[in-house]
């Protein structure tokens, strides 16, 4: 019974882990920024701006960015703007509902 409650409780822990590594931002690429519920778009907007970024798009249904910027430790900016979680877009992008996205550089 012990290896069973160890292998559903480390097993999730395990795979967030890994999807988190996975989702490292990479300096110079798109981030997805998830804020707190009930970040309005002004909000979100203002917080990009802050940390130096440059808005590609934005979820019209959560509190959900698309952002990028050439600055150092974007990702960070973005945390300390009140950010939640920052992930590459390029995973993110998978389950993000903001239509046809470019990830082109603006």
Known sequence: MRELLFGLTVGPLMALALLLLAG?????????????????????IAAIAASGGAILALSSSRPVAVSIA???????KLYAAGAW??????????????????????
């Open 24 to 44: 490292q931002p990479v300096e110079g690429r798109p981030v997805v920024a998830l804020f707190p519920p009930g970040s309005g778009e002004s909000r979100m």
């Open 70 to 76: 050439e600055t150092a430790d974007y990702a960070g």
């Open 85 to 106: 979680l920052v992930l590459d877009a390029s995973l993110a992008k998978l389950c993000m509902d903001v239509g046809a996205v470019s990830w082109s550089r603006p």
